[in-house]
């Protein structure tokens, strides 16, 4: 019996609508970057309605997009604090602090922007 059974009807249904919406703005994300790197001239494409773990990639990327609450406006103001030079990048480092003897680890966050101007330059597509 699925979980679903448990519920009455007007609950199903809107469980079902609830993981439809989001897998719809999913979907929107994953067209959406991949035509904006191809547009960036990086090739991209979305793979994400094959399953797995990418949802997008262009030359010298893969993306795994995801859309929802989880947006940090606490690295998003760090991010925009910095100004980088015309050269320069502005990208945050973030480490964990996990104690003895574990292993930290580290992400950097980094503007889309950003993002696409290093690919570019990379690969001379600018």
Do not use: F, H
């Not at 989001?22 to 191809?38: D, K, V, W, Y």
């Not at 001239?41 to 609450?69: C, F, H, N, P, T």
């Amino acid at each position: 019996m699925s979980r679903m059974a448990d519920l009455d009807i007007d609950a199903q249904n809107a469980a079902r609508r609830r993981g439809k919406n989001n897998r719809q703005r999913g979907n929107g994300l994953e067209r959406r970057l991949a035509s904006e790197l191809t547009e960036a001239g990086l090739a991209g494409e979305r793979v994400g309605q094959y399953g797995g773990k990418v949802d997008a990639r262009g030359i010298g990327i893969i993306i795994s997009a995801k859309k929802g609450g989880a947006y940090s406006e606490r690295y998003d103001k760090w991010l925009n604090e910095l100004k980088p030079k015309a050269d320069e990048v502005a990208a945050l480092v973030i480490e964990d602090a996990p104690g003895s003897g574990i292993k930290s680890r580290r992400m950097v966050v980094i503007s889309w922007e950003a993002l696409i101007e290093l690919l570019q330059s990379r690969e001379g597509t600018k």
